[in-house]
């Protein structure tokens, strides 16, 4: 597996996490990296991406303004910031990236080839 995300754990509403997702065998500077979660019942679902070069990032409506994602070239990893955090944040957390270099990224999941295994997020008093 290409790709691993850690940095999940138990915080408090209002609180900030950091998760980063590790890439090995490929550059992350040139493919989309996205961001998902998905909680327990309920779909996974799209939360940031970011594009080659960092042309283009994208945000879920929900956590615009609460989550940065970013590219760190020297670690080859992407992470995701996410401040503000609330229960509704709660779910297990993955990255993904697509088969292919360049191109737009999305927040749709059937638009990713590989991905990691999640790392759990919890928001709770």
């Known amino acids: 597996v290409p790709l691993q995300a850690y940095g999940g754990r138990l915080v408090q509403p209002g609180g900030y996490l950091r998760l980063s997702c590790a890439a090995s065998g490929f550059d992350v500077e040139y493919f989309n990296i996205g961001w998902f979660r998905q909680a327990p019942e309920q779909e996974r679902e799209g939360v940031s991406c970011?594009?080659?070069?960092?042309?283009?990032?994208y945000y879920e409506d929900s956590v615009k303004g609460r989550f940065t994602i970013s590219r760190d070239r020297e670690k080859n990893t992407v992470t995701l910031q996410m401040n503000s955090l609330i229960p509704e944040d709660t779910a297990i957390y993955y990255c993904?990236?697509?088969?292919?270099?360049?191109?737009?990224?999305?927040?749709?999941?059937?638009?990713?080839?590989?991905w990691g295994q999640g790392t759990q997020v919890t928001v709770s008093s």
């Open positions: 993904s990236t697509m088969a292919s270099a360049w191109g737009s990224c999305a927040l749709s999941q059937y638009e990713y080839d590989y």
């Open positions: 970011i594009s080659p070069g960092d042309i283009g990032t």
